[in-house]
């Protein structure tokens, strides 16, 4: 798969670049116009039928230009619940409505959670059990570290409409979690490479004793240790994609992995690059703080680096 959609995903990848380069706040509607939040939206409905691959591509660049949109509630997470739903004409007028723009939806994997972008969604699914549920809702804004990304509590109360989902629920809930984990890891890899790249920029233009602070050794080290670092979490987010888009029976192990290294790998890459900048790394005009926020998000995010690790021990006991 990856070696024939390589192509496709590389000029997906330079128009996402291109588009969300112009605006760190990218609004619904334009998502919508570019097609984004109907990528694994059947044609019929008006979406783009691709896969998950295609909007894991997405989700890093969403990353590489720390990006304020309600990509990862609505077009990742709602579009893969939706999917996962027993067939309807309710489930396809949502997915069609989701797919034109006209609604925004949000999925909360439990009540009182932390839910991403359910701050003025039209329709917030909440996972309850074995079934999905509508139902009124109290929305309650959370402020939180990263200025990019919109978290809220949703607090149930009474139901007005119960989806089932199409085989196991368990089975399903599973993969909607591991979804949600490797999008954010995605989101993580593209933290990261903006990272590298913008601290490779400084050091080649920044003087000290007459020469780029890059030619040092010390400098030249870290700059390798960050380069090593993104190219593991390239291999292991790579590889729990095609196992999510494939829905491989191993697919939670490569998730767990890629979740666990990517994630906390970003943080470290990004602390490095506001060292590595120097007084200014610290300062609000460098903005490597925004990156450094959204890269310590992603890390609790659809669960720690430590409650992957300990989940991949087991398999070892």
Wanted: net charge negative; aromatic share 6%; charged share 20%.
């Amino acid at each position: 798969m990856a070696g024939q959609f390589d192509e496709f995903h590389a000029e997906l990848r330079s128009v996402a670049g291109d588009l969300l380069a112009k605006d760190r706040a990218v609004e619904w509607p334009v998502l919508a116009d570019a097609g984004w939040v109907g990528l694994e939206i059947p044609e019929e409905l008006g979406g783009a039928g691709t896969t998950f691959a295609e909007v894991a591509v997405i989700c890093q660049e969403m990353g590489r230009a720390a990006s304020a949109t309600s990509f990862l509630g609505s077009a990742v997470l709602a579009v893969g619940v939706v999917n996962a739903l027993q067939p309807s004409e309710s489930r396809d007028r949502l997915l069609a409505d989701i797919a034109s723009g006209s609604t925004r939806a949000a999925v909360a994997f439990e009540p009182l959670d932390y839910v991403p972008d359910a701050e003025g969604a039209d329709r917030v699914l909440l996972i309850d059990g074995d079934a999905v549920v509508e139902a009124d809702l109290t929305i309650t804004p959370q402020p939180v570290l990263d200025e990019t990304r919109r978290l809220a509590i949703v607090a149930p109360g009474e139901v007005s409409q119960v989806h089932q989902f199409a085989g196991d629920p368990q089975a399903q809930i599973r993969r909607l979690h591991d979804r949600a984990a490797v999008a954010v890891a995605c989101d993580s890899v593209g933290i990261a490479e903006a990272m590298l790249a913008a601290t490779v920029a400084y050091t080649t233009v920044r003087h000290q004793f007459s020469r780029p602070i890059g030619s040092f050794q010390a400098v030249k080290h870290a700059c390798a240790d960050m380069y090593v670092a993104i190219s593991v979490s390239r291999q292991l987010v790579g590889a729990a994609v095609h196992a999510v888009t494939e829905d491989r029976p191993d697919a939670t192990v490569s998730v767990a992995m890629a979740k666990s290294y990517a994630c906390s790998a970003a943080v470290d890459i990004a602390g490095k690059a506001m060292q590595l900048h120097g007084g200014i790394g610290y300062t609000w005009e460098s903005g490597i703080h925004v990156y450094l926020k959204r890269a310590a998000l992603n890390r609790s995010l659809f669960g720690s680096p430590a409650s992957y690790r300990q989940e991949l021990a087991q398999r070892y006991l």
